[in-house]
């Protein structure tokens, strides 16, 4: 029986440990297994945001109950949640106004956000240049986290104080239904069952389910990011998002001027083609994490995408973030990328195998925001609980 679970999570990233979470919440027996020694996929390469108000209607419900959760488990054990708030900066009238339209649309959704001015802007973030910014929109609920470590602090939470048992460097080679049974096997030979499993890694999905794999409509996203050295007696709070994050984000989309707004914009900028908006995060240290850049490939064809930092775009995105707010030091300590998968034409990949084998991946730059709070339903979903309005 030591090898039988109610529920087996194949995946030790942040949408695969929330399932997990949710499962043991319902009272549930749960394994949750990860192919390498630790988590160190998207979920630790990210850039440590939860922002419900970049999301669209459908996702920022789940994205404001992820900050519940969040801050549930931040007031019983640290996982390096700090609520301090998200901002977005406008440059110029246009983009002034997708803030007023955007914060119509939550004031129905009753998610609270603010407009600042222009002088409560350059008041409350040190460095912003004033010929930059117009007016801002601050979301006072919303919390960063630091993606290295909030995984691992999570995972040791669950371990501790709920019952996980997590198995590491166990990779699934093989998922078969056997009666009221799935029997999960890794490459060493170890095998466990679970009544039901939800595969939430796509390297796991690719290798189980090749030919669901190949033709199902995933693509790979490549972000670059950088962090500065720590910033001298100097403070940033929060997450601060600027004029092309507004032009880019799914919740902006849902606004009345969107659509005529992109469609005054340049076709062949630097911008368009790296897919670059400019962010800017204060982590524990006092570095500042700088980004980001998305660069496309399909799911078969990742190699395109290289595996080499271009310093063309980090040049680009260190030379317009100094247009924006002027930091003590723009001198870099730490580059990296990041890769997570999403679907073209759909939010999530779902797929359910033989009733029990539940396919779960392809949730793009959603999963730090939206993973706790879209887990909480899809478990109850799965395992047929009391009804979540989410």
């Known amino acids: 029986m030591d090898n039988k679970y109610d529920a087996v999570i194949v995946g030790g990233g942040v949408l695969g440990t929330f399932h997990a979470y949710h499962a043991l919440e319902l009272g549930l027996k749960v ?21 419900p108000s970049g999301m669209d209607s459908k996702w920022q419900k789940f994205g404001m109950e992820s ?24 440059s110029n009238e246009e983009e002034e106004q997708l803030l007023m339209e955007l914060r119509a649309i939550n004031n129905g959704n009753d998610y609270i956000s603010k407009m ?16 930059y910014v117009t007016a801002g929109l601050f979301f006072p609920d919303e919390v960063t986290v630091e993606p290295r470590t909030m995984i691992h602090k999570l995972q040791k939470y669950l371990m501790d104080q709920k019952g996980l048992d997590i198995r590491f460097d166990f990779p699934v080679v093989s998922c078969e239904s056997k009666e009221e049974w799935v029997s999960i096997q890794s490459t060493t030979g170890d095998a466990i069952c679970g009544k039901k499993v939800i595969v939430c890694n796509g390297a ?7 030919e669901l794999f190949a033709s199902s409509d995933l693509e790979v996203s490549k972000l670059q ?12 709070k929060g997450s601060v ?69 271009d310093m063309d775009i980090d040049n ?35 797929k359910t195998i033989d009733h029990n084998i539940h396919i779960v991946t392809g949730i793009g730059g959603k999963g730090m925001t939206g993973s706790a709070g879209f887990s909480k339903k899809n478990i109850a979903t799965i395992f047929n609980k009391q009804k979540i309005n989410l």
């Open 31 to 51: 394994c949750l297994v990860e192919k390498d020694a630790y988590p160190r996929g998207a979920t630790t390469q990210n850039f440590g945001q939860v922002v």
């Open 116 to 131: 600042l001015t222009k002088q409560e802007c350059l008041a409350n973030y040190p460095g912003l240049r004033k010929e």
């Open 241 to 309: 998002l600027t004029g092309w994050s507004i032009r880019r984000y799914e919740a902006f989309q849902e606004c009345p001027s969107f659509v005529g707004i992109k469609e005054n914009e340049p076709k062949d900028s630097p911008q368009k083609k790296w897919g670059v908006h400019i962010l800017f995060k204060q982590a524990m240290d006092g570095s500042v994490i700088l980004g980001d850049s998305h660069q496309y490939a399909d799911v078969n064809r990742v190699e395109d995408l290289g595996y080499d930092l």
């Open 204 to 210: 796991e999905f690719k290798n189980l389910y090749p």
């Open 225 to 236: 990011m950088m962090q500065t050295k720590p910033q001298k007696h100097y403070e940033l």
């Open 316 to 350: 680009f995105m260190i030379d317009e973030a100094r247009k924006i707010i002027d930091l003590p030091t723009y001198q870099i300590q730490n580059r990296w990328y990041g890769m997570y998968s999403q679907c073209k034409n759909s939010d999530i990949f779902q």
């Open 67 to 90: 900050l519940k959760i969040y801050k549930e488990i931040q007031s019983q054990f640290d996982i390096s949640i700090r609520q301090n708030g998200t901002v977005y900066l406008a």
